[in-house]
């Protein structure tokens, strides 16, 4: 067990504990008690020779003996002192529960730096401060001051919210449910989510963590963790604050699409975290993935007593993206066979009305044997022969666990001890069929998201010693902006297509540049201080003659030096002309938590009105880079419509695949966009036909 | 009361009352009884003196008074007998509970049919048959065989399904909420939900309707019928079966869009039905609706005692497209030195975790004060110092009753009985903050429909005879499909611009036709047998000449000859060439329940790849047309992206009332497409380019 003394300790000692009913130091130190803690309690108060009938200590020396783990309950000011002494009593573990420290300004935050120093440097691990405290269901262990103690078992929670850990242990024991660990995190001084995700990943008696985030601390280390753990046991999370688009102002098209909920939208996909948007949800999907097996398809079979419900159920499922699927072949007729002629064994499978707990167990037995279904739902509602309690107990009893079967008693008081009983047997039960379906696709595309092929990044031979010059060119001499000419360098070295092109001076230059490479061509001012050349009549395009090469290269330079007389003009870029094809967008932009994320969308409106685009974070594998391709629902015209021939899909995932190696290899690219990227079709080429870089010194977040 | 015999009987007879406890028939007499109903209780059956303390009657004559209502609970086979005995002894109203009708085939039908036909004929209202029955818990009626009597309340129900209203009556009883009436209409031989809907719209004991529909006998009477319910009352529908798209072919682009869920929704939208989406969504928004007043704007208050719940809230609030708002001035001023220093007025208004009920009366107070703040929404977690039953008091205490207060205690056990307190003084109380903001959200957008201004149809001059003319002679000549020339001739004579065109049989004609419409041209080769024009090289554009028409025509005719053998060729159609513009897609299709649905899409691929339409059923007013353009995602291309001019939206909304006049006009027309309709910038011509229109003798669903 990692955090043994954390979350195992054999010693407590409760700084601060009081015999004052309603205090937190009394809370925390009762529950202890009446948790049924089996190791030492040291409660510590130098007004009190008892608390709760503890033998009560001044201070941690007057105990003298060591302590495994010491809880702080004593006002700010104080606990540093307190900390130290716990260090020096031989504490692993410390737990502060007080408030005001880094949520209450500049002086809280400097306070509880110093606490984590000290615990750092003393190998101490340190929960908090300004949390609820934690529970340890099968070591006995309240050490919180919430007002239950859970049964033990398989469910653990870690919450950034103390009122959300106490809502959700209240839900917990309401509905008899047992929990493993629940961890308030507070104000995460020391140990956060990342920490206790390798610590459940690793724990036997957790079988689903649960957890509640407002913030993550890093990105990069939080995904790792979260992978391994999800590798091991569904994590499901429930992340507050969607609609806090990040605040940072943006330069590119990537830039502008990615909010901070796309980026957590996309490292919990990459992690195979499984996300919750409701509250709700959280509890729906840990006590199914608790309670059942993994479906290992998207095929649902429902059996109901009323055809409403069972509609309801198919709706559900089809709106999902699952399938609703009838019983096949042998075990098909063998049901048919067993129920009344009006009963259907299409699907839904409608037991009619008057099912009893004998009709139910046939249809069960039914679609367990059935190997075209994958999972089962269940629906009953209170009729005049139904047997709630009976049939929650046979659906049991038949449950081979080879299959989910997830359950939905509907109504009240009729079938409250039936949903009861449902709980108690390990059938997840739910209000609504809507529900129940919801919990059963959170399990379904875990399972997808377990069964995925090994992830192969493909390494691209590049020269990216020619890329490093470039940047560091630009770092050296204060341009963040990176041009287009040069963009195109590093793409070229990158092994992107790139129009031919050339750098002119004069307007020679740039006629003898447009001989070397062919009419017609385009013509585009090179400035680092002019971002919006065409608006600003620094673009010029299919120019067929020597003739329209120097008058566009007088006027353009004319108009910039007019327009913006302090832009440095580098030259003119001369360029071939692209052929048309489709257009996309491919960028990058740095999320600060979670790095480097991929855009994929077609181009113009397709990303500006229609914001249909992808994300994901880099490095990418082929098969996700397609999938970026296939998620957008502009997809369609990529494949070609009204017989129009596929655009070429795979170099559009090369291209995303080589755009994750560069910005995996130089950090310093803080944003990017290919834009449009001009693909052909199936065998053409095709090219980058306009880029944009822009690099940041310390790239934010991103180690 | 509109049928009263049926909701407010003084005498119902039991015709199959049993001895048999679990037996239907004693279910329904044992229901009546124990639910105090204090008329006359007759149990018709032949084999029994007396049946649970009621003197029973071997049959109706034998009973010799009359009697108002029948309950029928015997075998199919005799129900006919039963039905004409009532109506003999006087019944005004009859339930059949028996099964084995409509529902089990054409025999069942036929018997159903009869006994329709004569309570018709004897004047008499019928429920059923297949229903649980019906409550009338004001009257102490349950004449149901539902295991529950629910409390007298506000909240109706109607639905489709027997199982439904038995899981929705559990529900209420076990969250002791009252119910005005329950009706369960079984298969609708006579009384459906429209006459429901008018019956419940005046009764004054009904605050709140409440409905679960599968299917809906006429779309027009519905519509009207649901309407004239939700200007005096709020009515939540709950449609099942929204995947089973209509099964229908569709030749047209509108016809293929338009699924059976887009018109339902269409239809409840216009007559301002709330539309719950799950299942508990029902009771949700009931619950809110029936207990508190309608905010009169989108601006919404958030109360909590814990951070997290309040970011849920908030993130909830904005996701729904209402606002979080931060209360103003004196109101904002006058809290925030009453509560402690470090709560939060900003809004979420943070009351800290130690929060009592003292403090959320504070924070009700201000935002019922202030006048920015139209709406409430409260949240508890338990915490240490949380008061759930006294704060559920005391917020119940200072509610002044002109915003509506929602309400989320959140958790299990700690918060049971604050839940329940709530209930009982009538604040909607919610498992989740997610699930009050989507209550709120139904009362915003039910509270916006009643606010609308008035609808204003305007009627255009038009030339209808014409257009009867064209529609006749197609339908007389067993012709559906009318060709481009005709369905433009249609256009024009409702006031659309088409393009210049004249029909030509030979090449000469066609030449002479060019130079009267003038250069450039379009040729279509005109037949009633080619659809697709153009793949079978039916179509030129851009002629410039004598020559390349007499080319143009040669070629077509030869061309359609050889691929299309038996094609009946009218000639071909010479056209104007249109100018370049926005195109979109205007059309037309009949639903076979609501009748004319109108749709708005912008041209090509935003229609058929991005699904990007909107649907309104005609009539259609000037502001409703403009709402369907606002509605889809590609409406910022229409009002222009990066400074372009914004195509003449006027015109697009006035052509949609065109087409609503001509389909409300003539309902022979069965489907149309304009596609492309060209639209200019603001003030320019816009033009119906292309133009398709399908008749039908007897179109569907639409009187």
Redesign the interface.
């Known amino acids: 067990m990692m955090y043994e003394a954390l979350l195992e300790p054999n010693s407590v000692a409760v700084i601060g504990a009081s015999r004052t009913p309603?205090k937190?130091g009394y809370?925390i130190l009762t529950n202890l008690k009446d948790g049924g803690f089996e190791g030492a309690i040291i409660p510590i108060n130098p007004s009190s020779e008892e608390v709760y009938g503890i033998k009560c200590y001044p201070d941690l020396s007057s105990y003298g003996k060591k302590i495994d783990m010491a809880i702080i309950v004593i006002p700010a000011p104080f606990v540093t002192k307190a900390v130290e002494c716990s260090i020096a009593a031989g504490a692993k573990a410390i737990i502060i529960i007080t408030a005001g420290f880094n949520e209450?300004g500049e002086e809280g935050a400097r306070l509880q730096e110093e606490i984590a120093a000290i615990c750092k440097a003393g190998n101490v691990d340190l929960l908090g401060p300004n949390c609820l405290g934690l529970i340890n269901a099968h070591h006995k262990l309240n050490a919180s001051?919430a007002?239950?103690m859970p049964k033990p078992g398989g469910i653990s929670v870690i919450?950034?919210?103390?009122?959300?850990c106490?809502?959700m242990l209240?839900?917990?024991?309401?509905?008899d449910l047992g929990l493993a660990k629940l961890i308030s995190m507070g104000n995460k001084a020391d140990l956060s989510e990342t920490d206790f995700l390798s610590a459940l990943a690793s724990d036997p008696a957790t079988k689903v963590v649960v957890g509640?985030l407002?913030s993550i601390d890093s990105g990069n280390a939080f995904m790792k963790a979260a992978e391994a753990a999800s590798l091991k046991k569904p994590v499901v999370m429930f992340k507050?604050?969607?609609?806090q688009a990040g605040s940072r102002a943006a330069s590119s098209h990537t830039g502008s699409m990615a909010g901070a909920d796309m980026a957590y939208g996309a490292a919990f996909k990459r992690s195979g975290i499984i996300r919750a948007d409701?509250?709700?949800a959280l509890f729906d999907y840990a006590m199914a993935l608790a309670m059942q097996p993994l479906p290992k398809g998207d095929n649902v079979a429902i059996i109901t007593?009323?055809?409403?419900?069972g509609?309801?159920a198919?709706?559900a499922v089809?709106?999902s993206g699952m399938s609703v699927c009838t019983l096949q072949g042998a075990s098909a007729s063998a049901l048919k066979s067993r129920l009344p002629s009006?009963a259907s064994v299409g699907n839904p499978i409608d037991l009619l009305?008057d099912a009893d707990s004998e009709r139910y167990v046939m249809a069960v037995e039914a679609a367990q044997d059935d190997d075209t279904v994958d999972s089962i739902v269940v629906i009953l509602?209170?009729?005049?022969?139904t047997q709630p309690v009976e049939t929650a107990k046979a659906i049991a009893a038949c449950a081979k666990h080879q299959k989910p079967i997830l359950v939905s008693f509907?109504?009240?008081?009729?079938?409250?001890s039936g949903r009861e009983e449902l709980l108690a047997l390990n059938l997840p039960d739910y209000?609504?069929?809507?529900?129940a379906v919801a919990a059963l696709k959170a399990m379904s595309d875990y399972s997808a998201w377990l069964r995925r092929p090994p992830r192969v990044l493909t390494r691209f031979l590049v020269n990216r010693r020619r890329v490093s010059r470039i940047i560091n060119r630009h770092l050296k001499t204060g341009q963040p902006q990176v041009g287009e000419a040069q963009a195109k360098e590093i793409l070229r070295a990158y092994g992107f297509n790139v129009p031919l092109g050339r750098m002119a001076t004069t307007a020679d230059e740039a006629i003898e540049a447009a001989q070397k490479i062919g009419f017609p061509i385009a013509m585009k001012i090179s400035s680092p201080d002019v971002i919006h050349k065409s608006d600003l009549g620094g673009v010029k395009l299919n120019l067929d003659s020597d003739d329209e090469v120097r008058d566009a290269f007088d006027l353009m330079t004319m108009r910039i030096r007019q327009r913006v007389p302090k832009a440095r003009i580098e030259g003119v870029y001369v360029e071939q002309m692209c052929k048309r094809g489709r257009e996309v967008i491919l960028g990058m932009t740095r999320d600060p938590q979670f790095g480097p994320m991929l855009m994929f969308g077609l181009g113009g409106?397709f990303v500006?009105?229609?914001k249909?685009v992808t994300f994901h974070i880099a490095p990418i594998t082929e098969r996700e880079a397609m999938q970026m391709l296939e998620n957008t629902?502009?997809f369609?015209?990529l494949k070609g419509?009204r017989g129009q021939a596929s655009a070429d899909l795979a170099a559009i995932a090369t291209s995303l695949q080589r755009i994750s190696q560069l910005v995996t290899d130089f950090t310093q690219i803080a944003e990017m966009d290919i834009n449009p990227f001009i693909v052909g079709k199936m065998g053409d080429e095709s090219i980058a036909a306009d880029a944009r870089i822009t690099l940041a010194e310390r790239p934010g977040g991103h180690e």
Do not use: C
């Not at 919450?159 to 959300?164: D, E, T, V």
């Open positions: 309603g937190v809370e209450v001051f007002s239950h919450s950034q919210s103390g009122a959300l106490t809502a209240d839900w917990a024991v309401s509905r509640y407002e507050a604050g969607v609609t409701t509250f709700e007593n009323a055809g409403g419900p509609i309801m198919a709706d089809e709106l009006a009305g509602t209170p009729q005049a022969m509907m109504g009240g008081l009729d079938v409250f209000p609504s069929p809507e529900r409106i500006e009105v229609m249909d629902k502009s369609a015209l419509v």
